[in-house]
């Protein structure tokens, strides 16, 4: 059975910065590409950036674009999310996902983890 954890969650005021993680197991699962979504309060979930775990190829919303980096330990099996400049409209929760669907249609998901930004 796969199992994602996050963690790294937290409260920052507008303009710092956290990372999140998202540990997979068994270590022996490849999926094939996975992804960070987040869900404000009273909205729907929204993606926010995946990673082709192959190539390592990434793809951003616009709204974090330049600011958050999505990236990859294979060796320890983790999904990261580093959140720089971060503002109150990032205040979400953040869930991570994996597929190894080359469609990347998710259907791991994790347990999600707070973010709160403070103005």
């Known amino acids: 059975q796969v199992q994602l954890v996050e963690s790294g969650g937290g409260s920052v005021q507008a303009g710092g910065s956290l990372r999140l993680s998202c540990a997979a197991s068994?270590?022996?699962?490849?999926?094939?590409?996975m992804a960070w979504f987040r869900q404000a309060p009273g909205k729907g979930r929204a993606w926010v950036a995946t990673?082709?775990?192959?190539?390592?190829?990434?793809y951003y919303d616009d709204s974090v674009k330049g600011r958050f980096t999505i990236s990859q330990d294979n060796a320890k099996n983790t999904l990261y999310l580093q959140m720089n400049s971060l503002k109150p409209e990032d205040t979400a929760m953040y869930y991570c996902?994996?597929?190894?669907?080359?469609?990347?249609?998710?259907?791991?998901w994790g347990q999600g983890t707070q973010v709160t930004v403070s103005s």
């Open positions: 068994p270590d022996t699962y490849r999926p094939y590409c």
């Open positions: 996902a994996a597929t190894g669907d080359y469609r990347c249609e998710y259907n791991f």
């Open positions: 990673i082709y775990t192959g190539g390592g190829s990434t």
